[in-house]
């Protein structure tokens, strides 16, 4: 069973917004740090953005600041990546991680995630 399910992602042009949701499978996370990674094709996943549990700390990648918006609620255990002004370089497959119980803090590094999804599609056309 895949302890994350992600979805929202698709086709978009670019300038446009898409919105990915996470939400748990047979877990209860809304105590956990959330974050989202992504692997460009033919690259390395990488760290795009993270929000701490209570949604107090949040960090993100520096090519989407000002562009994609972490969030969490935790009345539903869910966790959202808003994604505007989206670019063809935004292409890739989204990811969501849980980790770091009741944590102040969050991480960019993958090791620090426990739980992960599968990954949704997101495509960025010129």
């Known amino acids: 069973q895949v302890p994350l399910v992600e979805s929202g992602g698709g086709l978009v042009q670019a300038g446009g917004s898409l919105r990915l949701s996470c939400a748990p499978s047979?877990?209860?996370?809304?105590?956990?740090?959330k974050a989202w990674f992504r692997r460009r094709p033919g690259k390395k996943r990488e760290f795009v953005a993270a929000i701490n549990w209570n949604g107090a700390t949040i960090d993100y990648l520096g090519s989407v600041k000002g562009r994609f918006t972490i969030s969490r609620d935790n009345a539903d255990d869910t966790a959202y990546l808003q994604m505007n002004s989206l670019k063809p370089e935004d292409t890739g497959v989204y990811y969501c991680a849980a980790g770091g119980l009741m944590s102040g803090l969050v991480d960019v590094a993958e090791d620090k995630y426990d739980l992960w999804g599968q990954g949704t599609q997101v495509i960025v056309s010129p």
């Open positions: 047979g877990y209860v996370l809304r105590n956990y740090g």
